[in-house]
C-alpha cells in the first residue's frame, strides 16, 4: 500500500458496502419483476394464443361467396347473396395495377416481411402514444387477411397479437400469392360488397380485371373506411383517396410520374347505385328450394358457396308474363268490392318438363333477401274445376273401359244417392258424345262415367299423372266435378297435362338443368325420368277430342289464334252456403290450354272467398283465363309455325256419318254417297272403331206390301210399308190412255208403320195406275233427288157409282219397266242402275 494513501476508515467501508447491496437488491427486484412481468406475458400470450391456435386456417379457403342464376339461355339474370356480397376470383385475373394499387397503399413491404412488419408497429406505436388512444394498427395484408378471416374488427391489443400470430402462421403455410388473393377476395368495400370483384361491378359495372388504373386506385382506398371513402357515400373523399393512392403508387415506383398524372386526370364513370332486389320473385324461390333439395344443404347456405344454377326461365317469356299481368283489364273484379282476383300461371315445356315461366300472384311480398318468400299460389291447392275430368273421368274411360270419342252418355237429370249433380248452364241435352260432353265440359256425363269405370279406377289413373288424393276424396263422386277436399295445384296440374302432350309420357316439373360450384364443376346435371302412363294412342284421342274444346266448345276464345291447340277450362261455383245464398258468382276459373311443346295453366281467383272477394258470374275459365293464355301462346308463335299433334301409327282413323250420330246415336261409317259436310273425321284405339256403314246416304229401300184398293167411297186406297225411316215416298198416278205417270202426293213418316193414303182426285168410271217411289230428302246425284226402285205398278178401275161389298176390286200389279215410259223417268231409273254398280 502506498504510505501517502489515506486509509479508508470503517464507516466509510460500511456505507461503500450498504450501497453495493441496495444495487443489487435494486436489481434483483427489477430482474424478478421482469421475469415476473415476462413470465406473465407468456402466460397472457399464450391465452390469448390458445383462443385460436386451433383454428383451422383452411377454412378460409372456403369463405362465403355470393351464387349465380342463370337463365335457359345461359344467360346471367342475378348474383344471389346472404350477408355478404362476393365473388371469388384467382389471383391471375387481376391485373398488375390493379394488385399494386393496394400494395402501395396497404402494405408496400408484403413481398418482404413475414406476415408482421416490425417497422410499421414501432411507428404506429409511437402515434398512438403521441395521440394517446388506439389511432393506427399497422396491419399489414396478411394481418388483415387474419383478422377479416377470424377475428373481430375491436381494437385491442388482445385481438392485435392473435392478428399477429394468425398472420405469421398463414406465412407458413401459404405463399405471398396465395395471401394476396384471399386478401383480395376478404375485404369489405361497403354497399354488401366484399371482394375486388364484387366491388368492382357494385361501383363501376364491370369486372376487376377491367379496371383502370385509377379505377384500381378509387377502390384499393375505400377498404381502409368504407363508409367514408365509398364514392357513393362521399364523392369528395373518395376521389382524394384516389389522388393518394396514386401518388403513392408513383412514391414506390408502380407508376412513373406521367402515369400517375394520366391516371389522376382520368374522369371515373360509376355504375348507377341501385337498391337490393332479386327479379322474377316466385321463380327465384323455387329454384333454391328445388336446389337446396338437390345439394341438400340449406338455402342460405347456397346464397355463400358459390354455387352457378343453370335454370330453365325462358326470360324474355317470363318479362312478357310479368308485363301481361300488369294488366288490370285480365283480371276481374268482385262485383260488391271491387277488388281484383288474385291469379297464378305456370308455363312448362312439354318435352323436359321445365319450367318457362311462373307466376305466383298479381304482387309480389316485398324483402330484403332472398330468403324471405312470397306467396306462391302456382305451387298451392285450389279446387280443379272440370278441368279433372280428363285426367280423372275421361282419360282411364278410353284407356281401360272401351269409351271412344263417340260413345253415347246420357244427360239428364240425375240423382246418384244423396248426390244431385247439375249442369252449369242449367239444361239437359239427353244423349251426347262422350267429345261433345268433354269439350262443351257438361258435367252430369262426367258423374256417370266416373260412377260406371268406378271411383277407385278413376282415382289410381289420375294418380299416375301426379294428382294427389286426400282420403276423403277416395269415395266421393262430386271429385268427377272438381269438388277435391284439398285441390290441386296449378303446377300440378300443368304437369299432369304435360303427359297428355307428350304422348302419354310423365315427367316431374323442373327449374334446374345444371349446378356447377365454385370451380366450375358440375355437381348436378338433370336428367328427367319418362314413365309411360297412358297409350300414346290414348292420349292422341284424349288431346283430339280437348282439340274440339278449342273449336266449338268452352275454349272458343282460342281459336282466333289459328294454330293447333287443345285446352280445358274449368269453373268452381260458390260454396252452397247461407253466405253466397242471394249471390251470383264464382270461386275459381282456370284454363289449361296446351300444344306438342307447351303446356300454359292460369288460375284465378281469391285465397279466401266472402263476400268481398268472388269473382263475377260471367267470369269463367273460358273467358278472362282464356284470354290471359291466348296472349301468351300468341307471343310464343308470333315469329314461328306452331306445331301439331302427331297420330300415332296405330290410330285408326274412321270416316262416320254425322247424321247417324245426330239422328240414331249410332257410330256408323260414312258411305260413298255421303255429302263431305256429313263426314266426320274421328279415331279410334284398336278394337274399338265402328265397322256397319250408314245406310242414310244410300238409295233408300223399295216399300213393302204395296196395295191399291177402293175404301167404302170406292176411291183408290194406296198402302204400304216404309222400309227406311228417312226416306220420302212420291206416290205417282198414269191414267188410261195416258203415259206420263202424274206426281199426285208425297209422304213423310219417319216411321216404319204401314201408310195409307186416300186419292181422293179421281174420276169415277176410269182406269189408274199407281206406284210409289222412295226419294232420299237430303241427298242428290246429277242434280236430281236420289231415288230408290219404285214399287210395281198396280192398276184399279175408279167405279161410276159406290160399290157395294162384295163388289171390292184390289189392283193389279203391271210390268216395273212400263212406269218408266218418259225419257226422264227413264234417265231416273238409269241413274240408279248405275249407282248399284
Not at 381494437?155 to 401459404?174: F, S, V, W
Not at 301481361?324 to 273484379?333: G, I, M, Q
Not at 288424393?469 to 277436399?485: C, K, M, N, T, V
Not at 278449342?550 to 252456403?577: F, H, M, Y
Request: proline fraction near 6%; charge should be neutral; include cysteine.
Amino acid at each position: 500500500m502506498n504510505q501517502h494513501e489515506p486509509i479508508p476508515s470503517r464507516m466509510s467501508r460500511r456505507r461503500k458496502k450498504k450501497r453495493s447491496s441496495s444495487y443489487r437488491t435494486i436489481a434483483i427486484s427489477f430482474l424478478s419483476f421482469f421475469i415476473l412481468g415476462l413470465m406473465f406475458a407468456a402466460v397472457y400470450f399464450n391465452i390469448i394464443i390458445t383462443e385460436v391456435k386451433d383454428i383451422d386456417l383452411s377454412k378460409i379457403e372456403n369463405i362465403k361467396q355470393s351464387s349465380f342464376i342463370y337463365d335457359m339461355n345461359d344467360q346471367l339474370i342475378t348474383s344471389i347473396y346472404g350477408v355478404e356480397n362476393r365473388i371469388k376470383v384467382s389471383l391471375s385475373e387481376i391485373p398488375e395495377h390493379v394488385k399494386n394499387a393496394f400494395i402501395a397503399v396497404e402494405d408496400v413491404r408484403f413481398y418482404r416481411h413475414h406476415g408482421f412488419d416490425i417497422k410499421r408497429l414501432f411507428g404506429a406505436l409511437l402515434e398512438n402514444i403521441k395521440q394517446g388512444r388506439y389511432a393506427e394498427g399497422a396491419s399489414t395484408i396478411t394481418q388483415q387477411v387474419a383478422r377479416n378471416a377470424f377475428l373481430t374488427q375491436k381494437k385491442t391489443i388482445h385481438r392485435k397479437l392473435q392478428e399477429i400470430y394468425l398472420a405469421y402462421r398463414l406465412e407458413k403455410t401459404y405463399s405471398k400469392d396465395q395471401i394476396l388473393q384471399m386478401y383480395l377476395n376478404l375485404i369489405y368495400f361497403g354497399k354488401g360488397a366484399y371482394g375486388i370483384e364484387a366491388a368492382s361491378k357494385l361501383y363501376f359495372g364491370k369486372s376487376a380485371k377491367e379496371l383502370t388504373v385509377a379505377e384500381a386506385a378509387l377502390l384499393a382506398g375505400i377498404p381502409k373506411s368504407p363508409t367514408k371513402y365509398s364514392p357513393f357515400n362521399n364523392m369528395e373523399e373518395s376521389l382524394k383517396r384516389k389522388n393518394l393512392v396514386i401518388d403513392l403508387m408513383v412514391k414506390h415506383g408502380f407508376l412513373s410520374e406521367e402515369e400517375g398524372e394520366k391516371a389522376k386526370a382520368e374522369k371515373l364513370v360509376f355504375a348507377t347505385p341501385s337498391p337490393r332486389s332479386y327479379p322474377h320473385r316466385f321463380f327465384m324461390d323455387m329454384i333454391l328450394e328445388e336446389a337446396a333439395d338437390i345439394l341438400g344443404v340449406s338455402e342460405e347456405a347456397l346464397l355463400t358457396q358459390g354455387y352457378r344454377i343453370y335454370t330453365t326461365l325462358d326470360r324474355q317469356l317470363q318479362s312478357y308474363v310479368e308485363e301481361l299481368y300488369s294488366n288490370d283489364e285480365l283480371f276481374p273484379k268482385c262485383p260488391t268490392s271491387g277488388i281484383p282476383c288474385e291469379s297464378a300461371l305456370v308455363v312448362l315445356d312439354v318435352s323436359s318438363g321445365e319450367v318457362r315461366s311462373i307466376i305466383g300472384g298479381r304482387q309480389y311480398l316485398d324483402g330484403n333477401t332472398v330468403i324471405q318468400k312470397g306467396l306462391n299460389r302456382a305451387i298451392l291447392p285450389k279446387q280443379p274445376g272440370s278441368t279433372i275430368k280428363p285426367l280423372l273421368v275421361y282419360g282411364p274411360a278410353i284407356e281401360y273401359f272401351g269409351y271412344t270419342p263417340v260413345t253415347f252418355v246420357l244427360d239428364a237429370e240425375t240423382k246418384f244417392g244423396d248426390y244431385k249433380p247439375s249442369n252449369f248452364d242449367g239444361k239437359y241435352r239427353g244423349w251426347i258424345t262422350v267429345r261433345e260432353a268433354l269439350a262443351d265440359s257438361i258435367n252430369i256425363p262426367a258423374v256417370r262415367v266416373l260412377k260406371d269405370i268406378g271411383i277407385q279406377n278413376g282415382i289410381a289413373f289420375a294418380e299416375k299423372f301426379g294428382i294427389p288424393f286426400a282420403e276423403q276424396d277416395r269415395y266421393s263422386l262430386p271429385i268427377a266435378l272438381g269438388g277435391f277436399y284439398k285441390g290441386i295445384a296449378p303446377i300440378e296440374l300443368a304437369r299432369a297435362y304435360a303427359a297428355l302432350a307428350d304422348n302419354g309420357r310423365y315427367k316431374d316439373y323442373t327449374t334446374i338443368r345444371r349446378i356447377e360450384n365454385s370451380h366450375g364443376i358440375t355437381v348436378y346435371q338433370s336428367k328427367p325420368t319418362k314413365r309411360q302412363v297412358m297409350s300414346e294412342e290414348g292420349a292422341f284421342i284424349l288431346n283430339d277430342i280437348l282439340r274440339s274444346a278449342v273449336e266449338s266448345g268452352t275454349a272458343t276464345r282460342l281459336k282466333s289464334l289459328n294454330i293447333p291447340l287443345a285446352a280445358k277450362t274449368g269453373t268452381v261455383e260458390l260454396p252452397d252456403t247461407p253466405q253466397f245464398e242471394e249471390i251470383d258468382g264464382l270461386k275459381d276459373a282456370w284454363i289449361v290450354a296446351y300444344n306438342p311443346e307447351y303446356v300454359v295453366t292460369v288460375w284465378m281467383g281469391y285465397d279466401n272467398v266472402d263476400k268481398q272477394h268472388y269473382l263475377p258470374a260471367d267470369a269463367v275459365g273460358g273467358k278472362y283465363p282464356a284470354e290471359v293464355a291466348k296472349a301468351i301462346f300468341g307471343y310464343i308463335y308470333r315469329n314461328k309455325k306452331a306445331p301439331d299433334f302427331t297420330k300415332p301409327a296405330n290410330i285408326i282413323e274412321v270416316k262416320l256419318d254425322a247424321k247417324a250420330l245426330e239422328e240414331q246415336r249410332k257410330a256408323l261409317l260414312a258411305s260413298p254417297l255421303t255429302p263431305p259436310e256429313y263426314v266426320v273425321t274421328e279415331y279410334f284405339t284398336p278394337g274399338t272403331a265402328p265397322t256397319q256403314q250408314s245406310n242414310y246416304w244410300a238409295p233408300p229401300r223399295t216399300p213393302s206390301d204395296f196395295k191399291v184398293t177402293l175404301n167404302d167411297d170406292g176411291l183408290p186406297v194406296i198402302s204400304f210399308k216404309p222400309q227406311d225411316t228417312f226416306a220420302v215416298h212420291n206416290i205417282y198416278r198414269v191414267e188410261e190412255d195416258k203415259n206420263t205417270p202424274l206426281l199426285i202426293h208425297q209422304i213423310k213418316t219417319e216411321t216404319l208403320d204401314e201408310v195409307e193414303w186416300v186419292d181422293t182426285l179421281v174420276n169415277r168410271g176410269k182406269r189408274y195406275t199407281y206406284f210409289v217411289v222412295p226419294i232420299h230428302p237430303e241427298l242428290e246425284v246429277e242434280g236430281q233427288p236420289l231415288q230408290g226402285i219404285p214399287t210395281a205398278r198396280i192398276s184399279i178401275n175408279v167405279p161410276l157409282s159406290v160399290p157395294s161389298q162384295d163388289e171390292q176390286p184390289t189392283g193389279t200389279a203391271e210390268n216395273l219397266d212400263s212406269i218408266y215410259s218418259s225419257p226422264q223417268q227413264s234417265s231416273r231409273k238409269t241413274v240408279y242402275l248405275r249407282l248399284l254398280d
